[in-house]
């Protein structure tokens, strides 16, 4: 079974940048599409970007449509989220997943340990 390794988290200042990487065992991760993930304090995690299993196609959430980027290396196993211009509303700890199912929210694997991302001045 894939498990999921979420690191590069941490605390910027507003305006700044961050790239996550998101490390996944086995090798079938070329097969599935990917999405990262974020949840904050008393609320659902919620689907911020996703990437078709080849990496060709990209999709994101309005919230950070322009600032965050998507990518991944299938010969490494790892997704990738960049993220600039980082906004407070940002913090979160962020988690990625295979996507099982768009319309049901779900996912084909157990959550990781996420990484923690802090936007403050």
């Known amino acids: 079974q894939v498990q999921l390794v979420e690191s590069g988290g941490g605390l910027v200042q507003p305006g700044g940048s961050l790239r996550l990487s998101c490390a996944a065992s086995g090798s079938a991760f070329r097969l599935y599409t990917m999405g990262w993930y974020r949840q904050v304090p008393g609320k659902q995690r919620k689907l911020v970007a996703h990437?078709?299993?080849?990496?060709?196609?990209?999709n994101y959430a309005d919230s950070v449509e322009g600032r965050f980027t998507i990518s991944r290396n299938n010969a490494q196993n790892t997704v990738y989220l960049q993220m600039d211009s980082l906004k407070p509303e940002d913090t979160a700890v962020y988690y990625c997943n295979g996507i099982r199912s768009f319309q049901a929210d779900s996912t084909w694997f157990n959550w990781g340990q996420g990484t923690q991302v802090t936007v403050s001045s």
């Open positions: 990437i078709s299993s080849d990496g060709r196609r990209a």
